[in-house]
C-alpha cells in the first residue's frame, strides 16, 4: 500500500488527500514533477489547516506568509518546519526548471510531506493510526525483465542456466 492511501478514507483531509497521492505517484515519472507535487500538496494541507483551526490567523494567502506566522511556527516546531521549507524551497526550484532532481531528494520530499501529514492527523483526525513512512512502498511499476523474472522464477535461472552450459 502506497504510503499516502490513508488518506482516502479519511474525508476530512479530502481538500487535501488527492494532493498528496498524486505527488507520491509522479515520483515514478520523475523526480522533479514529484518535487513541484509535493510543494503544492503542502500548500494544500497548510491551507487546510488555517481553514479548518482558528488559533491560525493570516491576512495573506501566500505560502511563505502562512508556513512564517509565528502561531504556525510555534505549532508545528522547527524539526518539522525546516522539513516545510526544504520542500517550499526544493519546490520553487523545480517550478522554475532551477535544477533537475535525484531520487534521493524525491524521497526525502515525500517522507517529509508524510510527515507534516502524519502531524495533522494525530491533531485532527478522529482515528488517528500512528504510521512510518516507507520508501519501498511508493507505486513504481516493475520494469519488463524485473516482472518476467518474478514471475517466471527459478524456471528461467534453470532455462538460462542450461542455455549457457550447453553453450559450451
Known sequence: ???FTFLKDKPEFSDFANDCIEA??????SPNACVKLVRSA???S???????D???KSSSNDFFALISNKTFENAVGQSLLSKIHYCRKLGN??????KDFNVEEGVRCLSNLFDFVQWIDKRYSKNYQP??????DIPVEESFWAKAAKYAGVGL???LAAFFITKK
Open 1 to 3: 500500500m502506497a504510503n
Open 24 to 29: 507520491e505517484e509522479s515520483f515514478e515519472k
Open 42 to 44: 503542502f500548500e494544500a
Open 46 to 52: 497548510v491551507k487546510w489547516l488555517y481553514s479548518r
Open 54 to 56: 482558528k488559533k491560525f
Open 93 to 98: 526550484q523545480a517550478l522554475h526548471n532551477e
Open 131 to 136: 504510521r512510518r513512512f516507507n520508501a519501498e
Open 157 to 159: 535461472l534453470g532455462a
